[in-house]
């Protein structure tokens, strides 16, 4: 089956959409929760960031063989489907299109709302209108084409990755350092007592990693993906494990560890604790910045699955259509931002994202354990990346996967299982996709898939 978006995408340009899609407003409030959810100590909130990084490192250096050896539009859907069949990859698509990434942009745009209320007075009507409008801004963007929204990707992360870079070094080299307030990047001990909180603060850094996995989605308009994509991919991650440590160093260099967990906002307090309250206004428009950069990626990326669904003939056959003018799919990210605009406008995006944000990482499992799938079925094959450290690479991501879903079912029974109850929801639809396939004629079966 060939591909029929242009290939367009450069090593830059999946790097940057890798860092993008993944900062958003975490690393900005987050490294508070840890911090109280850890005791208090920094060494060990930061053993915490790092091997929750390292963990996603494993991840992305599994799915770069993949991408690399699937480099279609659809990514991950691709390798679940190929691997496990068509109906565990649909009830990805299916969630992806009407809860995660969909409920992602919603939320995004709620918070880019939040924040711009710092500079004008919006009031209720408002801030929905806001937030529909930011919706509709990015995914305009997407549709007028890859290489543009590409390209405000590229310009809109560089800038908040040098906003990031920029407030660390201005905190870490202006605070009385972690040694004035008692604290150590040595953890002060891992006995049994603290492992419950370090099982908690693993969950939510592993969250506030996620979205690397998006750019698999763009692996089918990758220029020469066998190199470019595993390589974005693995230095993508391998940046943010970087940002985000640096990041935590700073805010307790200036604010002492008390200080730092009872912030709700922490890079604003480290800011306004040096330079007044105006700094934090500074802090809300580089998180502005963050947050749209963000939603772009998410557009951009997300829209190629229910692109490749539809090419499948397992979902809306209109949204498979490639805009011929814009070259994108176009119908693909009018659905979706329909729908978020829809979730952003009455608010049960939380709602939703509250029982399945989870399910997320059952799929990304799945997804990595499609490269033993494949290793066993299509052993001379060639793989132009192979993972390193196979089997134990992908193996340790998949077990990591599997405790956060766990740890989510033993802590939150009930929203877990409404949240396994809306992804199966998608069962009947894929029964009813299945059924009007069958009796369509073999030519136009055929079209929707060339």
């Known amino acids: 089956m060939r591909d029929p978006l242009e290939r367009t995408l450069s090593f830059n340009d999946l790097t940057l959409i890798t860092i993008g899609v993944v900062i958003g407003s975490g690393i900005f409030i987050v490294p ?58 649909f009830l990805f698509g299916w969630t992806l299109f009407f809860v995660i990434a969909t409920g992602a942009v919603a939320t995004l745009s709620a918070a880019f709302t939040g924040y711009l209320e710092q ?12 937030a529909v409008g930011m919706i509709i801004v990015v ?15 590229v310009w809109t992360t560089a800038a908040k990755v040098l906003v990031l870079v920029v407030m660390s070094l201005i905190l870490l080299t202006h605070g009385a350092g972690l040694s004035m307030h008692g604290a150590s990047l040595v953890p002060r001990g891992l006995g049994v007592g603290v492992l419950p909180g370090i099982g908690l603060a ?96 998410v557009v951009l990326t997300a829209s190629r699955v229910t692109f490749a ?20 799919p176009a119908f693909a990210i009018g659905a979706a931002a329909v729908w978020s605009s829809l979730l952003a406008a009455t608010g049960t995006f939380e709602q939703l994202l509250t029982y399945v944000v989870f399910t997320g990482w059952i799929f990304y499992a799945l997804g990595a354990a499609a490269v033993f799938v494949f290793r066993r079925r299509e052993p001379d094959i060639e793989r ?18 599997a405790a956060i879903v766990l740890n989510t079912l033993f802590s939150q029974p009930v929203q877990a299982l409404l949240g396994l109850g809306v992804v199966f929801l998608g069962a009947p639809a894929y029964g009813m996709w299945q059924r009007a396939g069958r009796r369509e004629t073999g030519g136009g079966r055929q079209e929707a898939g060339d």
Not at 272 to 291: E, T
């Open 139 to 153: 995914s305009a963007i997407n549709i007028v084409g890859t290489r543009t929204s590409a390209g405000v990707q």
């Open 384 to 401: 132009p990346f192979r993972v390193p450290g196979y089997p134990f690479t992908p193996l340790l991501f998949v077990v990591a996967s």
């Open 309 to 328: 669904m539809a090419r499948d003939g397992v979902f809306f056959r209109q949204l498979g259509r490639v805009h011929e003018r814009f070259g994108t």
């Open 202 to 297: 693993m969950v939510g850094v592993l969250w506030a990693y996620e979205g690397w996995q998006y750019v698999t989605f763009s692996a089918g308009e990758t220029l020469d993906p066998q190199r470019t994509f595993p390589r974005a991919l693995t230095v993508g991650t391998i940046v943010l494990i970087v940002l985000y440590c640096l990041a935590n160093i700073a805010y307790v260099s200036v604010l002492g560890p008390e200080r730092a967990q009872a912030s709700e906002s922490i890079a604003a307090a480290a800011m306004a604790s040096l330079f007044g309250p105006a700094a934090g206004r500074l802090v809300a428009a580089g998180i502005l910045l963050s947050i749209f950069s963000a939603a772009n990626a």
């Open 119 to 130: 500079f004008v007075t919006l009031g209720p009507a408002g801030r929905k209108l806001a």
């Open 32 to 89: 508070a929760t840890v911090l109280r959810q850890v005791g208090g100590d920094v060494g060990t909130a930061l053993l915490v960031w790092l091997a929750a990084g390292v963990l996603s490192l494993l991840g992305a250096l599994t799915y770069g063989e993949l991408g690399a050896m699937r480099p279609q539009a659809g990514g991950l859907y691709v390798f679940m489907r190929d691997a496990f069949g068509p109906f565990i990859a």
